[in-house]
């Protein structure tokens, strides 16, 4: 990635999220507040593949799940990292510090989301 990556669609950017040979392209929220590398939705994960290991979460409102986890990668603006953990949980992809803080994050205004290397 040599140039910016710029998504109009703020807080969201486009990712390819990777387990196994299963590539997952998709918009996820860009979340500083989530510590963890990425979630996706459990719904593209139900083809009956066991997971590496389970975590437990720490949700929002202090309560805890436990969620199915697997070793992926995540593609951001043509650079791949990884390997990283890879929660399956909820209806929203979601991309944390983990994956965030490899770059330069500038949030324009609340209007777009700009990552630079």
Sequence with gaps: MTQPLISPRFPYLPVEIEIRSAKHALEALLDTGFDGDAILPAAPRADGDPPDWYVTCELADDSQAEA??????????GKELGPMTVV?????????LGVI??????LEHGQRVVLEP
């Design 68 to 77: 199915p986890a697997y070793v992926g990668y995540v593609h951001v603006g």
């Design 88 to 96: 399956t949980m909820g209806t929203e992809p979601i991309i944390g």
């Design 101 to 106: 803080a490899e770059f330069t994050v500038t």
